[in-house]
């Protein structure tokens, strides 16, 4: 079973920029892949996802032109570089990864009905 693990998360004023990276045990290069967060009091949320098997992203509304998610297969890391970063952004972030075979073209939905496996989370405070 892939295991997850989140790490980069920090205190940092608005306009800042944070890396957040998840390792993974195993790294499948046909599956999707997400960031997801969870504001304090708020429901978890989609933030961006990348289909491993190709290029496709989808992004948040809230964080278009200012996130990029990311992956290095060699090493079976995931990234989130966020940058701009705004007090509405804090929140525990987890790395999530799906459970089906997803064809190159997919554009992975930020659902989290498609996500089994998820990370422990890594938490990201922006003060204004």
């Known amino acids: 079973q892939v295991q997850l693990v989140e790490s980069g998360g920090d205190s940092v004023q608005a306009g800042g920029s944070l890396r957040l990276s998840c390792q993974a045990s195993v790294y499948y290069t046909d599956r999707c892949m997400a960031w997801f967060r969870q504001p304090p009091g708020k429901e978890r949320e989609a933030v961006a996802t990348?289909?491993?098997?190709?290029?496709?992203?989808y992004y948040a509304d809230s964080v278009k032109g200012r996130f990029t998610i990311s992956q290095d297969i060699a090493t079976n890391m995931l990234y989130l570089q966020m940058s701009s970063l705004k007090p509405e952004d804090t929140g525990l972030y987890y790395c999530?990864?799906?459970?089906?075979?997803?064809?190159?073209?997919?554009?992975?939905?930020?659902?989290?009905?498609?996500?089994?496996?998820w990370g422990q989370g890594t938490q990201v405070t922006v003060s204004s």
């Open positions: 990348i289909n491993t098997a190709g290029t496709m992203t």
């Open positions: 999530a990864a799906g459970y089906a075979t997803v064809g190159r073209n997919y554009v992975c939905p930020g659902s989290s009905q498609i996500f089994r496996t």
